[in-house]
């Protein structure tokens, strides 16, 4: 679970990390923040499943962070001193409210609450896997039931996803490609590129540089970069 931390009190920062650190393996933070403002500019590519975010902060407050923030597929676990927030920050779809100090057992029962809520958002993305091997793509008109096998590869732009099929056909989706990666890696997908997914069974050739690049079964060559080629080197060895 990738997440970041935006708090103006470097101690407060401090604190949370050290008890994610030593009970919460699973959430990796990314990133910490104590200007907010610093953090609204930088959030969206960042590909996150968490915020924890304080409320009081001076500049920006969280409600309006998360007001002017695009956060459609990220969860927002409020961390304040102050009770008489709880309201508004329900309001804007927090995910939780947890008070300073924080307790480190209202923590945990948290995050093991978001994690069951992700899995479940998982299981929903995928529609008919298994015998059919499909999976379920958002549109405007309602939902389109795709076969895994005829995806070449798919494309990130901001909170959409392109996905690029064998036909030539194209399928814009307002699914983020952060959501797909978590639920086509387990599927021959592996994630080469910020913004660009594959699908291994059409991989052709790879081609040696500082992250290089990846010819598919259509003839289309994808850069490959540096934070990723390792991914990709364990998946085809």
């Not at 056909?169 to 594959?198: C, K, N, W």
């Amino acid at each position: 679970m990738k997440a970041v931390i935006i708090d103006d009190e470097a101690a407060c920062i401090e604190s949370l990390l050290a008890k994610i650190e030593l009970f919460l393996p699973q959430v990796n933070i990314l990133k910490t923040y104590q200007v907010a403002q610093e953090a609204l500019t930088e959030i969206n590519k960042l590909d996150l499943d968490l915020i924890f975010l304080d409320i009081e902060m001076p500049g920006l407050d969280g409600i309006s962070f998360a007001q002017k923030a695009n956060l459609q597929n990220t969860e927002i676990i409020y961390t304040t001193a102050h009770q008489q927030y709880a309201i508004s920050a329900f309001r804007v779809s927090a995910f939780d409210f947890l008070l300073k100090p924080i307790d480190r057992h209202e923590l945990t029962a948290s995050i093991e609450r978001l994690c069951n809520k992700l899995k479940e958002k998982q299981q929903k993305g995928i529609k008919l896997h298994g015998k059919y091997n499909k999976i379920a793509v958002h549109s405007v008109k309602g939902l389109s039931f795709v076969s895994l096998n005829d995806i070449l590869w798919l494309e990130s732009d901001n909170n959409y996803t392109t996905l690029h099929l064998l036909s030539g056909a194209r399928m814009i989706t307002s699914r983020a490609i952060g959501e797909y990666e978590e639920i086509l890696t387990p599927l021959d997908f592996v994630r080469i590129h910020q913004s660009i997914m594959i699908n291994l069974q059409y991989l052709q050739e790879y081609v040696k540089g500082e992250g290089g690049s990846v010819i598919l079964a259509n003839g289309r060559e994808l850069e490959v970069s540096r934070r990723r080629k390792a991914d990709l080197m364990a998946f085809i060895g």
